[in-house]
């Protein structure tokens, strides 16, 4: 009989014998007002660009009219002391989401660099920066310095694009295309190398100008890029289009040196140099 009358005596302090006798009047507006911001923040869509911001600011409105009612109209410590603790929270977490969706500066070099590249690709100011602040170095070389030089050069340490400036390609002493502003000076390398260690360049790549680039280390970017999805992704779109278009530049150099540059009805094409890959057929390359 003890335990029966302990768990009705815990039954009714939390469940009443009998419900409303009756019923109090209706709240101040404040109250309903609270509620309605609760209602319209769950219906916030998710596809929504600021929707943590949107909701955040919804929740932070409606505990403040619920502090009020509970200051002003209800007077009760429990519910002014909870909606502090709610409208803390989200003041917090208000401020780390609008300090993280802030507008990032860039300098004029790197800004016209993101908007390039990186912008097509939905990646934010925030993330590019972080990108950059991977290890990442600024070099400037003089015309005539050489970024590598073939048979000598490793292909592991670095992966760079040029900012500024341009760069000659030759392999044993001839022109084989050259790198302008925004491209990958390495791309070929990564892209040949990425499972093989203790690569060789080969081809000489010779600074033409004043040159300012950006280089990372490589397992370091690579171990980066693979926790960081829309970035891997956009970085290896960036690399096989640089790629495809150092193919297409040395292909259309290599014409213009051979017999076939007195040919007025060969061309190259990109489509051409896709089907003389997949044939694995030189010819293809040429159309008439």
């Known amino acids: ?13 939390f469940l009443p014998a009998t419900y409303c ?6 709240q101040n507006f404040t109250y309903h007002f609270s509620m309605l911001i609760f209602l319209a923040a769950s219906a916030v869509p998710y596809t929504k660009k600021y929707y943590v911001l949107l ?8 505990c403040i009219m619920m502090l009020m009612w509970g200051t002003c109209y209800w007077c009760t410590k429990d519910i002014v002391m909870w909606s502090v603790l709610y409208l803390g929270q989200n003041v917090v ?9 802030r507008t ?3 300098p004029p070099d790197l800004e016209e660099l993101y908007c390039e590249l990186f912008l097509p690709f939905n990646v934010t100011r925030p993330e590019f920066k972080a990108l950059v602040n991977q290890n990442c170095k600024f070099v400037n070389i003089s015309p005539g310095d050489k970024y590598a030089v073939e048979g000598h050069t ?3 340490p670095r992966v760079s694009i040029l900012i500024s400036g341009s760069m000659n390609v030759t392999f044993k002493g001839i022109y084989l295309h050259q790198i302008t502003e925004r491209q990958m000076i390495d791309s070929p390398e ?7 260690r203790g690569e060789i360049f080969q081809v000489t790549i010779e600074a033409d100008d004043p040159c300012y680039y950006m280089c990372w280390n490589r397992e370091r970017l690579q171990y980066y890029l693979e926790a960081n999805h829309k970035l891997e992704m956009a970085m290896q779109y960036i690399r096989g289009r640089d790629v495809l278009q150092k ?29 003389g890959i997949v044939s694995e057929d030189p010819k293809a390359i040429y159309t008439n």
């Open 1 to 13: 009989m003890g335990w029966d009358e302990n768990a009705t005596a815990v039954i009714e302090r």
């Open 55 to 62: 909701l955040k600011g919804l929740y932070i409105l409606a």
């Open 104 to 106: 990032v500066k860039l």
């Open 154 to 156: 490793t292909t592991d």
């Open 93 to 101: 977490q208000f401020l780390y989401v609008l300090y993280s969706q």
């Open 21 to 26: 006798p009756e019923w109090r009047p209706v």
């Open 247 to 275: 193919v297409f530049s040395t292909t259309k150099n290599a014409l213009q040196r051979s017999e076939m540059r007195d040919n007025a009805d060969c061309d190259v094409t990109m489509t051409g140099i896709r089907s």
């Open 190 to 196: 990564w892209n040949s190398t990425r499972i093989r």
